[in-house]
Structures are given as structure tokens and as C-alpha cells.
């Protein structure tokens, strides 16, 4: 039996190995050996003195093996059991792996490739030594190679923009400015029949301007257009001369039944501008607003590009003349509540656009009271207000106001002067609202809508002239009238129906009868026939979404009498080709 005090043998090859373990790790000197250990050696495990308590036997699991070679041999050291036995077994076993790792990571750095010299101080530097560059490695150029990199990103709205330059609306109007029709310079060019600035009475508008521009050029002229002292307080709503001129405007276009104030009037850089302000004033993205359709395609682009507020058309049917209903708004406005979507406003066209109806005192009652008993606004774009031409008295919804005991601060009404007086370019808007609130948050909305100062003097003079308001009125008028009845009546001739719609600048026409296939690609069949075979620019009624295919618009306000023949002769070319099923023999 061993004493507890008297080393065994296996303690003493322990030791002789712990200390040649500390000589091969260079942190002890080398001890002398007495003779190199068998090559492998297992030694039994010690049994417990009579007596003694099993827990004192080593584990098999901890056995002591002794690997050597050469005279050389190399001791598995396994820390729990120099825990268990009490002789550093742990801080052993843990600084030879430590060692190890550090050679492992010296050797990777010398392995590595030599980093470029640094660049030689400059000699303005002095003694300064320039900062070393630092090296671009290969994973730097695989995360952002320099060539081929990808476009940074931009916003939703711009790629909603710019998607829609390829609508049809759009490839339309390309193809007439690339090829604008002319009666003696370019006779087979495209006609435009799609929306553009009325031109009707630009000749009356030339010769007044010819007539009065050299005396603005004066000195006195200047001082009247503001430019001697440059107007340094800028009103961004307006000037208010020309919102009391305006107002005049109106009212005489009205024939006095209804009184504007200058002070509910807020104008910008056109009805586009208009009517995204209003809409700013009114509701909030992700709100929507109510549209009896079919209505004009600009509407899609002036209250959706930029406000983010969705438009939810109400259909109107043919079999009603494409009246509004107030049942169709009902079900919309159910509809879209159902949908979590909240409705903030009605827009309606009063004449409707591209319908041409006057909306009755009866159907401007409803909407009135649609709107009370919804809590919501009612917008009213009284765009042709200075060209109705029929035999129906044309009502503005400020003249119910003025008589009927309704919500005042509801109704707001948009107007277009430049669409009016026949001056493209111009671009002049005009918000006219009795709420507060919305007059004074369109107002400083308007910085960035704004109409300048010159544009501004020219319309007070031009309004201030009330001859030529006298004579522009009866003249628009008259013509309108008159190239309206030309252009149906032409129509007719070539057996297409137009609805009965007779006011404002355009014919809702229908060529569903026409139609290879009753939907919506035989009518954009038909519409590019028309700007192929006849070269003639219209606009599709599912652009103003109309759910009735094969109604188009045809704008008669860029023509000219002698025009109107050449239109009539290019339709009949694409009508009665022998694609298209002739329906004349059938007509009487």
C-alpha cells in the first residue's frame, strides 16, 4: 500500500513529463532525464486501499497515455484530470492551444501579400509624411464594382410619371407635334382632335395685344405693369387688381346673376395648379374623392401625381345621356366605406367634360344635399363657363348659394380664365371658395403656383377694358355655336351619333357600331385607325373612363371651318375600309 505522502512512480513520470512539456513550450529550462519513456504505455489504474473509498479511483475516461518517439514522447494532457489530481493541469492546458494560435495567425501574416510602398511626402508638405493609401482588395470590388453599378433608386411618384408618358394620351400628342397638320405647309399632317388650348378667338386676342403692347412698353405702361418698382412684397394668391377684375369677369359672364368677392379668390399658375390645391386643402393620401365618368383624363394626372389621393370613377350611362346619379354615388360611396377608404369630396364639370350637359337646378339640389348628409365637399369645375352656346341657361352652384339656405363652406368652385379668353400660355387658375380655412391654406400653397407679375398686369389691363369683354363674349359665343353645328352636323352626315350633350368645346361621339369587337381593345383598335389611316389625334373614351366602349371626344376648338371638311373626309377613309363593316346601306 502506498503512503499518502510517498510519490509512486506515476507521479514521478508526471513530472518528468510536465517539465519536458515546459522545455518544448521555451517557458522553463530543460531538466535532465534519466532515460526515454517506452513508446507507448499504459498504466493501470490505482486501486484503493483497504479500506479506502471508491471515489478515489481515476476514471478509465482519464487515463494517463504517454506517446513517444525517437526518444521524444508527447503527453496528452486533458485538464480535468490535473484538476482532479491537483498539479496545473488547467493553466497548461490551456496556454499550449493559446501558443499555437498565435503562430497560426503569425504564419497567415506573413503569408499575405506586402501592401504598396507609401508615396513619397510631397514638397510642400515639409516634413510631413503623406498618409499611406489604403489597398482595395477583392471583396471591395465584388461588393461595388466601379463599372456597371446600379442607378441609384428614385420614388414611387417618379416612376408613376413616367410610366404614364406612355399612354396613349401621350403617344397621341407625340405624334402630332412630330407631325402638326397644316392646310398649305403640311396638309398630311396629324389634326389634333385631342384636349388642347382653345384657339378660337386667338385672332380677336392678337389684335388687342398687337394694339396695346408697344404702349406697355412705355415708361407710364411700365408703371401701370409694376416693373418701376418691381412689386417687392409679392403676393403669391394674387394681385388684387386682377382678383377684382376677375371677379367682373365673371359676373358679367354670368349676365349679373351672381356676385364673386375678391376676397374668396385664389389664383394660380393654371386649373392644374387649381385643382391640386384645392385637393391639398381637402384631403389627405390615401383619401379619395368621387368622379362621375366619364370625365376628363386630366383630372388623373392634377389630383393623383403629386397629392397622392385616389379618384373612384361613378359611372354614368348612355341610356341617361351620362346624367349623374345620385344612386351610383350612393353605392360608390358605400362601396369605398366598406373598403376603409375615406370619401373627402365630389368633382363634377358643370358643363360636364367630355359630355358637354348643363347640370339642372334640380341635379345641383341633390348634390348639395348628397354632400350635407355625407359631411363631405362638392368641387365644381365650371371650365366652359364663358362658352355655353345652346339654348339652356347655364347655373353655376354659386348662384344656389346665393338663394338656398346650404352649407356655404362645402362648395368650392374651380375656373379656368386662360381656357376662356382663348390666351395658351397664360396659364391662369382660380380658386373661389367661401370657407376660410381653405382660402387661407391655398394661399400659401400658392408659392409654388404662382403667376408672375408681368402675366398679371397684362390680364388687369386686358380685363379693365370692358369693349373688348363686350365684344370677345359675343364673338366666343358666336363662334362656338356656329363650329359646333359645322362639326355635328358633319357627323351626321357620316351616320355617327353624337351625344346630346351642346355645350363647351368638344363632341362626344359614338362609333361603337364600328367596332370589330364590342371591349375596350376593339375601341383602341379604332382610335389607333384613326391616328394611322385618317392621322387624325382623338381621345378614347376609356382614357375618361368610360365603361360604354367606342365613345371618343373629338375637340373642334383648335380648328378652323375650312378644317372641319378634311376631318369629315379622313373619318369616312377609316369607317368605310373594308376592314370595317359598312353600315351605310342600311342607313337611309
Known sequence: MEGRG???STSSREHKFFNRAL????????????????????YPSRKPASGGNKDDTTSPSISNFVVGSGGTAMR?????????????????????????????QLYLRRKRPSSPPSPPPSPSSGELHALPVIPRTHS?????????????????????????????????????????????????????????????????????????????????????????????????????????????????VLQGYVSFSPSNMILTSGAASAIETLCLCLADPGNAILVPSPYDPGFDKDLKWRTGVDLIPVPCRSTDNFNISISALERAYNQAKKRGVKVRAVLIS?????????????????????????????ISDELYLGSVHGDKTFM???????TEDFDKCRVHIIYRLSENLSLPGFHVGVI??????????????????SISILTQRVLVLMLSDKRFISEFLQLIGTTVKNMHHLFAHGLKSLYVNCANGSEGLTCWVDLSKFLRSYSEKGELEMWEKLLDIA?????????????????????????????????????????????????FDTKS
Open 535 to 583: 392621322k387624325i389625334n382623338t381621345t378614347p373614351g376609356s382614357s375618361c373612363h368610360c365603361i360604354e366602349p367606342g365613345w371618343f371626344q373629338f375637340s373642334f376648338k383648335s380648328l378652323s371651318e375650312s378644317d372641319i371638311d378634311v376631318v369629315m373626309k379622313r373619318i369616312r377613309r377609316v369607317i368605310e375600309g373594308p376592314e370595317v363593316h359598312n353600315l
Open 23 to 42: 522545455q518544448n513550450a521555451a517557458l522553463m529550462p530543460p531538466s535532465p532525464s534519466p532515460s526515454p519513456l517506452p513508446q507507448m504505455t499504459q
Open 350 to 378: 358643370n358643363p360636364s367634360n367630355p359630355v358637354g350637359n348643363l347640370l339642372r337646378r334640380d341635379a345641383l339640389y341633390d348634390l348639395l344635399e348628397f354632400t350635407s348628409e355625407k359631411n363631405i365637399h362638392l
Open 396 to 402: 353655376s352652384v354659386a348662384e344656389i348659394l346665393d
Open 432 to 449: 373661389y371658395s367661401l370657407n376660410h380655412n381653405v382660402v387661407a391654406a391655398a394661399a400659401k400653397f400658392t408659392r409654388y403656383s
Open 6 to 8: 510517498a510519490p509512486s
Open 140 to 252: 471591395r470590388n465584388l461588393i461595388s464594382p466601379r463599372a456597371g453599378s446600379v442607378p441609384a433608386p428614385l420614388s414611387t411618384r417618379a416612376a408613376v410619371v413616367n410610366k404614364s408618358d406612355a399612354c396613349r394620351l401621350a403617344a397621341g400628342h407625340q405624334r402630332y407635334l412630330n407631325d402638326p397638320y397644316h392646310p398649305i405647309l403640311n396638309p398630311d399632317g396629324v389634326i389634333q382632335l385631342g384636349l388642347v388650348e382653345n384657339q378660337l378667338s386667338l385672332d380677336l386676342v392678337r389684335d388687342w395685344l398687337e394694339r396695346n403692347f408697344k404702349a406697355l412698353l412705355l415708361e407710364e405702361g411700365l408703371r401701370d405693369l409694376g416693373l418701376g418698382r418691381m412689386e417687392t412684397c409679392f403676393q403669391y394668391d394674387g394681385l388684387l387688381d386682377l382678383k377684382m377684375a376677375i371677379a367682373d369677369f365673371m359676373g358679367q
Open 76 to 104: 496528452i494532457i486533458v485538464p480535468l484530470q490535473g484538476i482532479v489530481q491537483g498539479r496545473g493541469g488547467l493553466v497548461l492546458g490551456s496556454v499550449i492551444p493559446c501558443a499555437l494560435f498565435y503562430l497560426f
